[in-house]
């Protein structure tokens, strides 16, 4: 059964940088595309940053230049730096990831099967 763990996340003042990860447990023997979504509070959730299997990134527009994706050689585990942070970015991060041939690392939900419980992200002006 795959599962996707996630650390980091916590408070920070606005400018500063936070870093999450997250790692596929289970069935890791297989390369994985992963991306990062958020849900701010009465909004809906939205992508963040993806990354496919060839490591070709995508990024909303909303932090592009302020976070950046990365995956491991394995393709297992995904990291999202982030700074300049805003408190427009507070939100519970979810991590997403999925072993489909055809998975791009895009920002589209409906890509990703796997899902992490999701870490807060708070951003204090």
């Known amino acids: 059964q795959v599962e996707l763990v996630e650390s980091g996340g916590g408070s920070v003042q606005a400018g500063g940088s936070l870093r999450l990860s997250c790692a596929v447990s289970?069935?890791?023997?297989?390369?994985?595309?992963m991306a990062w979504f958020r849900q701010a509070p009465g909004k809906v959730r939205e992508g963040v940053a993806g990354?496919?299997?060839?490591?070709?990134?995508a990024y909303t527009d909303a932090v592009k230049g302020r976070f950046t994706i990365a995956q491991d050689n394995a393709k297992i585990t995904v990291t999202l730096e982030m700074n300049s942070l805003k408190p427009d970015d507070t939100a519970i991060y979810y991590c997403?990831?999925?072993?489909?041939?055809?998975?791009?690392?895009?920002?589209?939900?409906?890509?990703?099967?796997?899902w992490g419980q999701g870490t807060q992200v708070t951003v204090s002006s």
């Open positions: 289970g069935y890791t023997i297989v390369p994985y595309c």
């Open positions: 990354i496919s299997k060839e490591g070709i990134k």
């Open positions: 997403a990831a999925d072993r489909a041939i055809w998975c791009s690392g895009g920002l589209v939900e409906n890509d990703y099967t796997y």
